[in-house]
């Protein structure tokens, strides 16, 4: 199937205040091939650009089903998420498959031809029946996603990814480990990127499609080059 378009994309991105979002976001305002973006939250991203628009919502799991705002975007990056450090199952569970299940429904009903870019994570249980529970709950969630009546649905599965320098959201302790990325990158080619290559490959792929999926930090790399 072509999935090829031929004007610059329009993109709903979520988790804007928290790393990966606020990553991708501004390789999206960045990038000409993104005409506007539509950041929908909890609370502002602080960020100002004649493309972005905001839409601060309480609850992601009722966003509005008739709002206007939500209409006319050719592709989603769902950014938001949260640790599962300390969390039980049905707590992770709710917070991940339920939320971004309901909100990525809401948006399907509203805009079937777009594309939806599910940040999920290396090492995630496309079984669900593997022993670990954060993996087998981010497996469900991206099963159940790719049944929904989107144009399509890709999946990243980053590893490690090497910040951006100087956004507001970077977790501190990459501060400390940031060091490590150069020899990560030699030993481990395929399990590390940069946030910048995340951003750079969810908008070639909302652009241009992809032949999988699935997609790998590998693929991620070869997204954001380009090639």
Known sequence: MNMELNHPIRVIITGATGMVGEGVLHECLLDPKVAAVLVIGRKSCAVTHPKLRELLVADFSELPSTSPELSGYDACFFCAGVTSVGKKEDAYYRLTYILTLRFAETLSGINPGMIFCYVSGAGTDSSEKGRSMWARVKGKTENDLMKLPFRAVYNFRPGYMHPTKGLRYTNPYYKYIAWL????????????????DLGRAMIRVAGSGYKKPIIEVKDIKILAAGT
């Not at 395929?190 to 946030?195: I, R």
């Open 181 to 196: 990325y150069p020899v990560l990158r030699r030993i481990v080619p395929n399990g590390v990127s940069t946030l910048a």
